[in-house]
């Protein structure tokens, strides 16, 4: 897995302007895979923990999601 940065930093990342909004993202929190982002049309990206539990709600844009998640802890990857 590579790990989605909103800063750039120095591990095997990937940079935002490289992420394909179509494959899978994860999120890890304190090093566990915790959850999943994910595009719930017609609402937006949402990251999603369990069941109905989400981090911060719907953003319309991607990068607002994983922006926004980031500063409540948590990480992200892609395959």
């Known amino acids: 897995m590579r790990k989605i940065i909103i800063e750039k930093e120095n591990v095997d990342t990937i940079d935002f302007s490289k992420v394909n909004e179509s494959i899978p993202i994860f999120a890890k929190y304190d090093n566990v895979l915790c959850g999943m982002v994910i595009n719930e049309l017609p ?37």
Do not use: A, D, P, Q
Request: hydrophobic share 25%; glycine share 14%.
């Open 43 to 79: 609402n937006g990206w949402i990251l999603r923990v369990g069941g109905s539990k989400h981090c911060t709600g719907h953003h319309t844009y991607l990068y607002n999601c994983l922006s926004e998640c980031s500063k409540h802890g948590y990480e992200f990857y892609i395959v």
